[in-house]
């Protein structure tokens, strides 16, 4: 989880405290905190399985802690700098308002009335999105599994414009890993197919580009 939260000025120093309370209380004792101190943005990594309803269910009671603290004792914001999505989409309604999130939905309504455009995101009658269809990242390997697909590695990929970033790659590793774990042996023979011009053929030295799935 990268969360991009905004705290009063004045307050920063209290809300970092506040927050890594919130890494004890539910346990997330490799949480990290960083950001742009000076615009009172904060983003922070916490890592943890989904395999369990446990599991989910601590993510979802520190999200409620979490979004109470932002809103109510800080007034700040959700997000900062990067836009929203289904990690937060959940509590626009409780930051911005009933009567704002009314205009929200009626341009929705009058831009996409179809919902064909990002369905459920931003404007969501479910209240638990941020738990539903959660993305789970399998171990694959050593190498693979240190990225937290951030995209920083993108801009300066050569072969970015013609197949696949180291992004890209590893984020096709994990599914083709989920597609076996899953049995979808279709699904994993075709993206191994395209995989082996796209993520190594195309490789730009970036460390990935040597390494194939094994067949079996």
């Known amino acids: 989880m990268l969360e991009d939260l905004a705290f009063p000025i004045e307050r920063l120093g209290q809300a970092v405290t506040d927050v890594q309370l919130l890494f ?14 000076k615009d009172g943005n904060l983003h922070f990594v916490i890592s943890q399985g989904f395999f369990t309803k446990e599991d989910i269910d601590r993510f979802e ?90 995209g920083y590695c993108e ?3 050569p072969s970015r414009d013609l197949t696949l970033t180291p992004r ?4 096709i590793r994990r599914a083709i890993k989920r597609m076996e774990d ?18 190594m053929e195309t490789g730009a030295v970036d460390g990935m580009c040597g390494e194939l799935p094994g067949e079996h």
Request: hydrophobic share 35%.
């Open 168 to 171: 890209r790659r590893i984020v």
């Open 24 to 37: 004890e209380k539910y346990k997330y004792e490799n949480g990290i905190i960083f950001g742009h101190a």
């Open 61 to 150: 009671h520190f999200n409620q802690d979490l979004f109470d603290l932002v809103l109510n004792k800080y007034d700040g914001a959700l997000k900062a700098e990067h836009s929203t999505g289904r990690a937060v989409s959940a509590f626009v309604e409780k930051e911005w308002g009933p009567a704002a999130y009314r205009v929200m939905k009626r341009l929705k309504n009058v831009i996409d009335p179809a919902n064909l455009l990002n369905p459920g995101i931003i404007i969501t009658e479910d209240k638990q999105a941020h738990v539903h269809d959660l993305k789970v990242m399998p171990v694959v390997e050593e190498e693979v599994d240190k990225c937290i697909e951030c």
């Open 155 to 157: 801009q300066s990929c």
């Open 182 to 199: 899953t049995g979808d042996r279709a699904g994993r023979k075709a993206l191994l197919k395209d995989y082996r011009y796209d993520g």
